[in-house]
């Protein structure tokens, strides 16, 4: 008989466009598996590739305002992921940035969870959350802080309901291992290189394309680019957008959101693209590298693993790394990169770029299960 899968997401939104959305498609493209989320208003849009696909949700999807985002329902997520029952699978794969691995199963099956990171707001970005949020204050702060408290104790939990565990980058690997003491395999998501244009010919203008959040901290690299007056182009939306616009002097022009034409048209054409996040992975770098456009990056998180500073790898060099979130060490980085133009070769970021291709995490993802899937079939026949 041929096995049963089920694929377990968090939330399946329009909104919802990151790395871990792209890694349940390339999933789709490859295995008929039945999908699961706490809540689906992406499969009713027409330009979706999930349009009219049958998604099994939880009763978050009739609670109001969840259209726009369950986190508003953040201690209900445990218990609504719960409820999803799955006992008629052979192989469970979840997805999992917050809960999704929190899926009760059985002893009869297969649980292989793809992790793009331990729950942040429950980890590592706690007190960024409770000081950003006006719910991390007065009395309504010591019920917050309880519940992320909750929360960390019900995801340690649930790292036991894992056989196997992905992830996403060495970085998240050593996350994984501090928050929950369990090794990790290390597959890198994929990233749809074919589709971004190569050029060799670079416009003079530097460029930003991410979410206006505090934590990608573009206002840092505004704060950069207003004191050496050099073009910048930022593309994105997020709740820092009119900060960001008083931020900004002339020199910076603000695009907010583009599509993914004109997105494709900027990165190939940029001389640099700057990026100040400290992230898992970070798929924005490795586009931008695929059109051949050099980066520099804030020299932690997974841009160590996909961005190589020319100054310890020569000629093979993608970009340049700046050891600080701060605006100083962005500017020395900024310079260091000029003193290098015309020494990156676009064919080797584009070279470095296809390690993390669609194809790639194909291969590595599905040859992953199949070997999972035998182990556990030969430790069950000795019994």
């Not at 970005?125 to 104790?153: E, N």
Request: with cysteine; net charge neutral.
């Amino acid at each position: 008989m041929p096995l049963k899968y089920a694929l377990v997401h968090e939330w399946l939104t329009p909104k919802a466009t990151g790395g871990s959305e792209l890694v349940v498609r390339e999933i789709l493209n490859h295995i008929d598996a039945d999908l699961y989320a706490l809540i689906d208003f992406e499969s009713s849009q027409k330009e979706s590739y999930l349009y009219k696909r049958q998604i099994g949700t939880t009763f978050l999807q009739k609670l109001p305002l969840a259209r726009n985002g369950v986190q508003k329902y953040l201690p209900l997520l445990p218990l609504a992921i719960e409820q999803l029952d799955l006992r008629e699978y052979d192989i469970i794969l979840s997805s999992s940035h917050a809960v999704a691995k929190g899926v009760i199963t059985t002893p009869e099956q297969l649980h292989i969870c793809y992790c793009h990171s331990p729950m942040r707001y429950a980890w590592d970005l706690t007190f960024d959350y409770l000081k950003a949020s006006r719910l991390g204050h007065g009395i309504t702060g010591w019920l917050t802080r309880y519940i992320l408290h909750s929360l960390r104790q019900w995801d340690v939990l649930t790292a036991n309901r894992v056989d196997r565990f992905i992830a996403n980058s060495k970085y998240t690997a050593s996350r994984i291992w501090r928050c929950y003491r369990r090794e990790a395999t290390v597959i890198y998501p994929p990233v749809d290189i074919e589709h971004f244009p190569f050029l060799t010919e670079k416009e003079d203008f530097y460029l930003i394309v991410s979410r206006l959040v505090s934590y990608k901290k573009v206002s840092l690299i505004v704060r950069a680019f207003n004191e050496l007056k050099k073009e910048l182009v930022i593309i994105g939306t997020g709740n820092e957008m009119q900060k960001i616009k008083k931020l900004a002097k002339p020199n910076i022009k603000i695009l907010g959101w583009q599509p993914d034409d004109v997105v494709k048209k900027y990165m190939a054409s940029a001389k640099g693209f700057v990026y100040a996040a400290c992230e898992d992975f970070g798929i924005a770098p490795v586009e931008a590298q695929a059109c051949g456009t050099p980066v520099i990056a804030y020299g932690a998180g997974g841009a160590l693993e996909t961005v190589l500073d020319i100054r310890s790898s020569g000629h093979k060099g993608t970009g340049i790394l700046f050891r600080e979130q701060t605006t100083a060490a962005l500017i020395e980085a900024i310079e260091a990169f000029e003193a290098y133009q015309g020494k990156f070769d676009p064919e080797s970021a584009r070279e470095n770029a296809t390690q993390f291709s669609s194809q790639a995490f194909a291969q590595r993802y599905f040859e992953f299960i199949d070997t999972c899937n035998q182990d556990r079939s030969s430790s069950t026949a000795k019994y």
